[in-house]
């Protein structure tokens, strides 16, 4: 139930996504990352140097580049398996990764969204990613 949770919303990118109401979250950039924000959620106050249990990132790249760049540096091995999902009716990729670690990617408008972090895979279709939507 996410009834109690909070609303994240960014009007910039045009999307909202709620946490749970005693997560905290925290908005950062990354010279030279291919990302132009990064958004991340934990259960814990996030310092300085830690992303959160779970990550949105956005860039302005298309989704083939996003992907592709976030492989050549960002993610240390490669996808073994990749999927097509849908997520509240928006089209998507999921990539699987050998540690079992997943990241999750879409297009809006002309940015690419990542969903990932250590606990993407609880939060895919009940949590965190089952309350996004995009706003005009």
Known sequence: ?????????????????????????REFTIAGSVDELLIGFDSN??????????QINISNRS???????????????TPFEKESIE????????????????????SHGNNTFSFGGKEINMHEGTGILSTLKFIE
């Not at 540690?99 to 990617?105: P, R």
């Open 1 to 25: 139930d996410t009834s109690t949770w909070k609303t994240y919303r960014n009007e910039k990118y045009g999307f909202e996504v709620r946490y749970p109401s005693d997560w905290h979250f």
């Open 45 to 54: 106050p996030l310092p300085h140097n830690y992303a959160g249990a779970i």
């Open 63 to 77: 989704l083939e580049d996003a992907i592709t760049a976030a492989h050549g540096g960002m993610y240390e091995s």
């Open 87 to 106: 997520i509240n009716g928006q089209d998507a990729i999921r990539l699987r990764y050998e540690d079992n670690t997943v990241s999750i990617w879409m």
